[in-house]
């Protein structure tokens, strides 16, 4: 059975580089109903960096082209689904490699699908050569269990 998201939202933008502080404050904006720590929330912010800078850079070579984002939160987890129509991945194992770059003239270090599985709990890559690729990644939000007894009451209203 599917299960039904609390909240979910979609984005589309341009494939400037200019848009890529604009798609990750926005995601990060989305997320904060979960209450993330700082860590959490910069977790998200790079990842969704990564995702859209490799649609920008190898996706469309810097054409202005679409991107999406389709984000979803189900109890305590953000689902991010940052999808492009650009040129595709031919090999995604090889481009998850640490290191490996398609634009090595550019200086590019090749770290970026490292960078967002370091930081995602959970990534999916899916690609077509010349039909596009959709980077699905999961974060969990950690929640503080805070037990209800009076030790804990006590301390959370002292001088009360």
């Known amino acids: 059975m599917k299960k039904m998201c609390d909240n979910e939202m979609t984005l589309e933008f341009l494939s400037k580089s200019c848009n890529e502080s604009f798609a990750r404050i926005t995601v990060a904006a989305f997320a904060a109903a979960l209450d993330p720590t700082i860590e959490e929330l910069a977790d998200i912010k790079t990842a969704v960096s990564e995702v859209v800078t490799n649609s920008i850079i190898h996706a469309y070579d810097s054409s202005d082209e679409i991107i999406k984002i389709h984000c979803k939160i189900i109890d305590n987890e953000i689902i991010i689904e940052i999808s492009d129509t650009g040129k595709g991945i031919e ?24 960078i967002i599985e370091s930081f995602m709990d959970d990534v999916k890559i899916e690609s077509i050569v010349d039909i596009g690729t959709k980077v699905t990644m999961k974060k969990i939000i950690k929640k503080d269990d805070f037990s209800e007894n009076e030790d804990t009451y006590n301390f959370l209203n002292k001088g009360e």
């Open 91 to 114: 090999d995604i194992e090889q481009a998850r490699k640490p290191l490996y770059t398609s634009k090595a003239e550019l200086e590019r270090s090749g770290m970026g699908f490292t």
